[in-house]
């Protein structure tokens, strides 16, 4: 607006250059004035046909049963979304899978998001080192997260891996177990490896969120002698609660998208006998990997209804973290 | 606001109360704890990297080996092809990062200071890319890789890390442009500058910061990612580094020397990186990402 308004002051001959002013007068000038759309276009049309195209192309599939050659004909409704929930063996590995994957994202939250919260605390009260351990713990978030998966792989070993030998080491025998083996543990040992791998971020957010809670608020309270604990739970958690939200919706939609982890440690079956397959892993074999075995029928149109499914599910999430950061950002 | 003596008076009892010396000495503990399981590992990788297998075996947790082998190094990254890994890492990263950042800079700066019909609409659209999982579109993308005869080439790579790069880039580089003052580009704009050189002479500069910290955030997804690699390369020739390590776990099952040395291989380049900018990283991820 200001924008037009200016330009105008400066007329039209100079004002041309991609500013809404009508100018008809010079050709090249009006030529000029969309030369900026043109630098808008690389971006924007990869982003489009090579993400938004496919994300409605994935919707399209998800109503075919199409084995991914030849013309896409046979239209199946919502077939392929049904099968999910009532064609065996798919709607028990369904339905395995979804609760693997909430439970990956409670465990996580806990593991993660909250342990990153007291950590948060502990580093904000001016501690010496402070800065040092936060660039620590965030330094596996870099790594490669199949690369981590395979580090632990082996760390988590029954016989040769380290965690065992740290358990028998301190005389814990009874405690060392094969981890990765045992289908009550196997689960919580990936959240683990991720939380190992991801506590960084939480821990950053929070405590740039904690160090911008003014300083007056807090000071106020401890000179009127409230403890260091009453602090924290009257007036630092509460401030927090947006940031909170927010990085437990991330880590939801992280969650829905875990698949490295537990291919690199557990392969794509998601064992021992599918006590950590996942949303992710069941995809990935939906689409790429059950070629005329278990999965035969259901096609790529399967893999893309579930895709679809975990869109669904994610996507309203997104929306309301988007929304909802706007509205807070707009509070400060 | 404290005044400074209000400051004062309670730094100094917080040192005289013996309970908050011992909850100093806790909270040390438990940081330092922290620390170690975050970096032990780590070592341990390195450690056992440098031994031979029965070491490994007889003695996992020692960080230090009888006799340094490097030559784990050696096999690995002649066994496993992980000189042409590198190569072909090295190549997608890079071009990679230089178009995101081409592209998502040149596209931001048009959403951030030109009004056209459609603006916000189209900055919504990438935004909304923002927190989808792209590889939920992998089905169809592979059909179009299929189609575009890019399937098993790195292009197929590259062409979906621009794609998947752009709302990021766009998200934090349009709020960066919107903080720049306009005087500057009215003045050049009064020269006769075009748009585009406007955008490259004296916008870009500005905003070299905000261009470091996304090409750092896209380098390692890219450098890190290991989905769409074991979608679309099929040749052993044209593996990435993840992919590449993932195929090696598959070969040498028993020799925990070469995967020690064959992860410490793929891990080094990402921990060098972070040790030289981790500022940077803790910078960009506090002010850009989340708010």
């Excluded at chain 1, 609760?99 to 950590?119: K, P």
């Excluded at chain 2, 011992?22 to 990297?49: D, F, K, R, W």
Aim: positive net charge; glycine residues 8%.
């Amino acid at each position: 607006m200001i924008r037009a308004l200016r330009s105008r002051e400066h007329g039209p001959s100079t004002g041309g250059d991609g500013v809404a002013v009508p100018t008809k007068r010079h050709r090249t000038v009006s030529m000029r004035r969309y030369t900026y759309l043109l630098m808008l276009a690389p971006g924007l049309a990869m982003y489009l046909a090579f993400i938004i195209w496919p994300f409605a192309n994935t919707i399209r599939f998800s109503f075919y049963n199409w084995s991914g050659l030849g013309p896409m004909t046979d239209f199946v409704g919502f077939g392929n979304y049904t099968s999910l929930f009532d064609r065996a063996p798919i709607n028990r590995q369904f339905s395995n899978a979804l609760s693997n994957t909430a439970q990956v994202f409670l465990l996580s939250t806990v593991l993660s998001t909250f342990v990153g919260l007291i950590f948060a605390l502990i580093l904000s009260r001016k501690i010496p080192g402070s800065r040092f351990y936060q660039a620590l713990y965030f330094m596996p978030n870099t790594l490669s997260v199949i690369v981590v998966g395979f580090l632990w792989n082996l760390l988590l070993n029954p016989q040769f891996g380290a965690v065992n030998s740290v358990l028998r080491g301190v005389g814990l025998d009874n405690l060392a177990r094969p981890w990765l083996g045992d289908p009550n543990f196997a689960l919580p040992s990936i959240v683990a490896v991720s939380a190992w791998a991801n506590m960084g971020f939480p821990i950053l957010i929070f405590l740039s969120a904690i160090l911008g809670i003014p300083s007056d608020l807090v000071e106020a309270a401890r000179l009127d002698g409230a403890s260091e604990l009453r602090v924290i739970a009257t007036i630092v958690i509460p401030l927090l609660w947006p940031t909170l939200i927010t990085l437990i919706v991330l880590n939801f939609i992280a969650s829905v998208n875990t698949f490295e982890l537990v291919f690199a440690m557990e392969g794509s079956e998601g064992g021992p006998f599918f006590a950590t397959d996942v949303l992710g892993t069941l995809f990935y074999r939906m689409a790429f990997g059950g070629v005329g075995g278990v999965y035969a029928g259901t096609g790529l149109g399967g893999a893309a209804a579930l895709a679809t499914l975990m869109l669904v599910i994610v996507l309203p999430v997104s929306v309301f973290v988007i929304v909802f950061q706007r509205k807070v950002s707009h509070e400060y | 606001m404290s005044t400074k003596s209000e400051r004062d008076g309670r730094s100094s009892r917080r040192h005289l109360s013996p309970g908050r010396l011992a909850s100093g000495g806790l909270t040390q503990i438990v940081l330092i704890g922290y620390a170690a399981l975050v970096v032990y590992p780590l070592l341990i990788m390195v450690a056992s990297s440098l031994k031979t297998t029965g070491e490994i075996f007889a003695n996992p947790l020692s960080l230090v080996p009888a006799t340094v082998r490097l030559g784990n190094y050696v096999d690995a990254w002649n066994q496993a092809n992980f000189g042409t890994y590198f190569r072909n890492s090295i190549f997608v990263c890079v071009v990679s990062v230089l178009l995101i950042l081409f592209f998502g800079s040149m596209a931001a700066y048009v959403l951030a200071r030109f009004s056209f019909p459609g603006n916000r609409a189209i900055y919504l659209l990438f935004l909304a890319g923002f927190m989808i999982p792209i590889r939920l579109a992998i089905v169809p993308l592979f059909i179009m890789m299929r189609d575009l005869h890019l399937l098993d080439t790195l292009w197929s790579l590259i062409v979906v890390y621009i794609a998947g790069g752009m709302p990021f880039t766009v998200f934090l580089l349009v709020s960066f442009f919107r903080h720049i003052p306009r005087d500057l580009e009215d003045a050049a704009v009064l020269d006769g500058a075009g748009p585009f050189q406007v955008y490259y002479q004296i916008m870009l500069p500005l905003v070299r910061p905000a261009l470091a910290t996304v090409g750092l955030f896209q380098f390692l997804n890219v450098w890190n990612d290991f989905f769409f690699p074991l979608i679309f390369i099929r040749s052993e020739n044209l593996r990435t580094v993840p992919l590449g390590v993932s195929a090696f776990f598959g070969e040498y099952t028993n020799d925990w020397a070469l995967m020690f040395a064959a992860l410490s291989i793929s891990i080094m380049p990402v921990i060098i990186i972070y040790l030289l900018a981790s500022k940077q990283f803790i910078a960009g991820l506090t002010s850009g990402a989340i708010k």
